[in-house]
C-alpha cells in the first residue's frame, strides 16, 4: 500500500469539537477502516474532513465556512490535519478555516500554500456518497466534476488547468459587460482560454479512453458489477477525434470572438468545455446508465471506481484512498464480502461507512471506528481491531 492515511485530526470541523484517529496497525497503516454508528452520528463527516486534504471543497462541495461548528468559539476556524504516507515519505498536511480573513488556508509540511490544488501531488481520494446516485439521471455538471476529479487524480496538473480556466471565463465576462468591450484586451485571453480548453478535453479523453480499457477488464474478473461503458461528449473533443489539437485552439478561440454579443447579454459563456458530458453505458446491455435500474446505476458507479482505482494502480503504481459512505447497505451478505474482497485485493486504503458492524464482518484486519453523537450532537470516535481469525490448518 504505497499511499495512506496514517492520522487524522479534526478540530471544531462540522459536529467534530475534537477528533483524532489513528489509522494504524502494528506500525503500518490500517488498510480497511470501517466506521459506524447511527445516522447523524458524524461519519460522514469524518470521510469529508479526509477529503479536505484534496484538491477542491470535499466531498459536499461546501463553503468553508459552512464547515464551522455551530458551537465553535468566536475567532476560531476548523482544521484537518492529515499525516500521509506515500512509499517511505511522510508528509503533513492541514486545511483550515480563516475567520477573521474569511478564507481557507492550506498548508503542507508546515508551509502556507496558496491554493489546494497543492494537495495534488501528496495525496489523492476518491469518493462515493448517496448523495451521488442521481449522477446519471440528473444534468451534466454532477457528471463533467466526477470525471474532473477521475482525471485530476491521474494528472495533477488538471485541477490547476480547471482553475485557471474558470479564472480566465470569469475576466473574459467581466470585460464583456463593461460599457466597451476592449477587443484588443479580449483577444489574449481568448487565445488562453483556448489553450486551456484543448487540454481540459484531451485530459479527459484520455483518461476515459484508459477508464474504458480498465472497466473492460474488471468486467472479465468479476461479475458483481456491470462493466461500463465510457465516452466524453463535447463539441471540443469531438473536434479533437479528427483534427490537430492547434487547429481546434484555433478554432476555440474563434468561437469565443464570435459568442461575445450572446454571451455578454446572457451573462454566462454558451459554448466550451464546461459544457462536457459524460456518457456511461451499462456495456453488456448496450443501456444509457440513464436508463438503467437505481440498483445497475449504483452498480456502473461503483464499477467506474473500481476501474479508475485499478486504472492507477497499473499505471501510476498507486491507489487513491477510498472513501465509500454507505455503499454496502443495499447489497445481500454474499455481495457485500465480494465486494469487500475486491477492495482489499486492489491494495489500497479503504475508509466504508455503516450503521451497523455487522456489515463489516469477516474482514479479519480492519479497524473499527465506532461513532456516536454526545451532548449537543458532538461526535465521539472509539476504535478498536477485529480480532485475527486463527488460519492454521
Known amino acids: 500500500m504505497s499511499l495512506a492515511l496514517t492520522r487524522l485530526t479534526l478540530s471544531l470541523f462540522r459536529n467534530h469539537e475534537a477528533?483524532?484517529?489513528d489509522v494504524m496497525a502494528a506500525g503500518v497503516a490500517a488498510p480497511f477502516v470501517a466506521i459506524t454508528g447511527a445516522n447523524g452520528a458524524g461519519k460522514t463527516n469524518i470521510l469529508e474532513a479526509i477529503s479536505m486534504l484534496t484538491p477542491g471543497r470535499g466531498l459536499r462541495g461546501a463553503d468553508s465556512r459552512d464547515l464551522q461548528r455551530k458551537t465553535a468559539p468566536a475567532g476560531e476556524g476548523w482544521a484537518v490535519a492529515g499525516e500521509i504516507t506515500r512509499?517511505?515519505?511522510l508528509t503533513?498536511?492541514?486545511?483550515?478555516?480563516?475567520?477573521a480573513g474569511d478564507r481557507r488556508r492550506i498548508r503542507i509540511d508546515g508551509r502556507e500554500e496558496k491554493a489546494s490544488t497543492a494537495f495534488a501531488p501528496h495525496f489523492s481520494a476518491l469518493w462515493l456518497t448517496p448523495q451521488m446516485d442521481g449522477l446519471f439521471i440528473e444534468g451534466p455538471g454532477g457528471r463533467r466534476r466526477f470525471l474532473d476529479r477521475?482525471?485530476?487524480?491521474?494528472?495533477?496538473d488538471h485541477a490547476t488547468r480547471l482553475n485557471?480556466?474558470?479564472?480566465?471565463?470569469?475576466e473574459r465576462m467581466a470585460q464583456l459587460q463593461t460599457a466597451r468591450p476592449d477587443a484588443r484586451w479580449l483577444q489574449p485571453v481568448e487565445r488562453q482560454l483556448a489553450g486551456e480548453a484543448v487540454a481540459i478535453a484531451a485530459a479527459r479523453m484520455l483518461v476515459a479512453e484508459r477508464l474504458q480499457h480498465h472497466a473492460a477488464a474488471l468486467g472479465d474478473l468479476q461479475k458483481l458489477f456491470p462493466a461500463p461503458s465510457v465516452m466524453v461528449r463535447g463539441e471540443t473533443e469531438a473536434a479533437l477525434l479528427t483534427r490537430p489539437a492547434v487547429e481546434v485552439e484555433?478554432?476555440?478561440?474563434?468561437?469565443?470572438?464570435?459568442?461575445?454579443?450572446?454571451?455578454?447579454a446572457s451573462g454566462r459563456t454558451a459554448r466550451g468545455v464546461h459544457r462536457s458530458d459524460l456518457e456511461v453505458i451499462h456495456a453488456a446491455k448496450k443501456m444509457p446508465a440513464h436508463d438503467a435500474s437505481t440498483g445497475e446505476q449504483k452498480a456502473l458507479l461503483l464499477a467506474l471506481t473500481l476501474a479508475h482505482a485499478r486504472m492507477m494502480q497499473a499505471e501510476k503504481g498507486f491507489v487513491p484512498v477510498l472513501l465509500l459512505d454507505e455503499v454496502?447497505?443495499?447489497?445481500d451478505d454474499d455481495r457485500r464480502l465480494q465486494l469487500f474482497g475486491f477492495l482489499?485485493?486492489?491494495?489500497?486504503q479503504v475508509f466504508v461507512t455503516g450503521t451497523e458492524a455487522r456489515i463489516f464482518a469477516g474482514i479479519d484486519d480492519a479497524l473499527h471506528i465506532q461513532v456516536t453523537a454526545g451532548p449537543g450532537g458532538t461526535a465521539r470516535t472509539q476504535s478498536s481491531f477485529a480480532q485475527q481469525r486463527d488460519t492454521r490448518a
Open 164 to 170: 485557471r480556466f474558470e479564472r480566465l471565463q470569469r
Open 344 to 348: 482489499r485485493a486492489l491494495g489500497g
Open 328 to 331: 454496502a447497505a443495499h447489497l
Open 250 to 264: 484555433d478554432s476555440y478561440a474563434a468561437m469565443l470572438q464570435e459568442t461575445r454579443a450572446l454571451d455578454a
Open 87 to 89: 512509499g517511505a515519505l
Open 92 to 99: 503533513k498536511l492541514g486545511s483550515g478555516y480563516d475567520p
Open 19 to 21: 477528533t483524532r484517529l
Open 150 to 156: 477521475l482525471v485530476a487524480t491521474y494528472a495533477p
